[in-house]
């Protein structure tokens, strides 16, 4: 352009690009040349960031940068912290007894913690997060427990398990009376009836229960176990047949079945799957669920 | 569309391409001032820069278990100290009110007297004046400056940049010092720096803040008010036409002219203006703006121009307050023969100095009716309640209770609600108190435990029990309590 007419806005006294719009003028008010410098050392530094770092995906992987940094590594030295941090508790509860454990606000809390923590990532999937349990898993919050709720029981139970492939598991044999003809099905009804009054469950419309019978059926066939006043026994896993909780259901149907196909639940062996301190938070978070004895 | 209107096509309009994007910085070397608002800024200087520097070494006895500092952020440990106010995580609200606080002020001076914050508070300024007069030291004003560049020998500018930059970087350093010493015991925290044990986090952060303040207040000044910080922005759209600003009194200025010819003018009975356009209040302006051309986005108002015109007005002859504090709207009244307004209470003012009130008072509430214990409760939810061998009904829940004294404190825990309620809880110590059971939490810590409440009493169906769990201080006596609800089936 041979003459060029110099724009200047006759408000602000600033010259113009000359860029109009409906009669709107651009000012031109330039930037400082340091911003200039500033996005070109942006550009650069994300130059060197994707040498640097993992950054463009590939068709099966991505690059991952020449100073080999992965998130993975850096997880692993925040763990590595975390166990050091966590060491001297540690050892801590690997020494104390569980009756120590218990009795040391301290160390109860930290137990469980961290019981409450393996609780979740090995217990829960059959006994739930709140150790409510369901029909076949316990609950673990109430104070009914066929293998002793002790303290060196619950460790006992879950370091061989019950039924499981440990030798020293613990085993009770609830027998099949019907499946195996043991029982005649009158007299197996006859039984589910009287257990079920011994925890003053109420009786189904329409039905009769003939508890004299029931009482012989029981006393020659399950009190061995059982216990002549049906209280159980923790020695053989046998529950307690006058409290009220039922690990297979209370109602009628259920209890027939339980008599008729008998019931034998597994709890695996943890103990050479967790190590002696996570198995000793375990029981103490057990325990202190609040049915511990 | 009706095409009937005929569109002329307008002729295209002619671009300045050669008109630059970027342009180049302006170094701006401003002349040293004296005067009324000279004064006023070395002594808010001293004193921000004083508490600044100095606040981390003050000691503020609060007993054993607790940092004896009287200003103190424990990252480790969570916790803020400021003299008697401790600030716990949960409590960050209160930085949320002191934050409000802080805006309402800001817009409070804002409407009282524009930017009053830029031009003498803010930590940009008062760093950036502080550079400005060690540069001003070493090198000399802006002229002898000048002269230097052409007169002096190589070694003498070389050594002169050489201290300047010294002395920027020692002032810098010492900020970044000071600031850690908020975070750390400040006497041990000095020490460990000086023998080359303090954590490597500390030497980081020093050397940030020694970077950013020597780049920001040495090198960048002016330009971070320009083009950096929103808040000229946002003060443009706060002020009003009551508010002060630092003005040039045109009515009084113009014409302006060269003292002889003005005085020539004003002999033969013409009217001159006052101003003799010797250019000082822009060369003593520290963003480089000339304040003749009106208020703009640059001034951050810091009235070392009406100090530099003042001078001048003195030695002249001619009243002072060529440039002050004043309104464009009284400029425009007194060129109409009316009285200049001052209106410093209005709508605006009030509300703002009300809000303020009003802020600052729930905060000074919240903080004197604040407990030094506390207690929340969370209720089981998987099991929501469980059926025990006997019969009876439990319910679970966790506590927590904080014990905000720097002294370990035993609480007895009781709760109401539920009509035969047995309270068992895990984490106890063996002590009871009337029967309630008793847990002990550490100075200046929380304590979780599990509180078991049973019950043998018969419950309504689907019962939902308001029940309140309270935690009294064994030996204060002082209570707290948290509700829940007991459910049964
Ligand atoms: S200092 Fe005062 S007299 Fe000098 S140019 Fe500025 S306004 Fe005019
Ligand atoms: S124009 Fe005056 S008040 Fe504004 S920044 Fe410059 S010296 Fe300060």
Redesign the interface.
Known sequence: ?AE????VDAVTGV??????WDGIREL?N???????WTFYACIVWAVVYWIAYPAWPLVSGYTSGVLGWKSRDAIEVQLADLRTQRGAFAQKLQDASLAEIEAS?EL??FA?AQGRAAFGDNCAPCH???A?GSVGYP?L????WMWGGSLEQIQQTLLHGIRSTDADAHVGDMPAFGRDAMLPRPEIVAAADYVRSLSNLPVPAGVTPDLAKGKEVFEANCAACHGADGKGNIELGAP?LT???WLYGSGRDAVIASITNGRAGIMPAWGGRLDPTTIKALTVYVH????GK | MNMATKVERLEEPEYDDDAPLYEARRKIYPIAVHGTFRRIKWALLIVTLGIYYLLPFLRWDRGPNAPSQAVLVDLANGRFYFFFIEIWPQEIYYVTGLLILAALVLFLMNAVAGRLWCGYLCPQTVWTDLFQAIERMVEGDPRERREKLKTASRTQRVFEAAAKHTLWLMVAWWTGGAWVLYFADAPTLVWELFTGTAPLVAYLWIAILTFTTYVLAGHMREQVCTYMCPWPRIQAALTDEYAFNVTYRYDRGEPRGSFKKSEALRAAGVPSGDCIDCKQCVAACPTGVDIRLGSQLACIQCGLCIDACDTVMNKVGRPAGLIAYDTEMNVERRQQGLAPVAKVFRARTLLYAGLIVVVGGIMVATLAMRGSEGVSVIHDRNPLFVRLSDGSLRNAYTLRIVNKQSLPRRFAIAVDGVPEAQLEVVGGISETENGHPVVEVGPDQTYELRALVSTSAKLPASASLPVTFSVTDVIGGETTTAPDHFKGP
């Open positions: 352009m060029h007419q110099k724009n010259s113009t690009t000359g860029h109009e031109n330039p930037l400082p040349r340091w911003w200039l606000p109860l809390s469980r739930g997060t709140g409510a609950n919050n109430d104070d009914d307690n409290d009220g909780i202190a669920l609040g049915g």
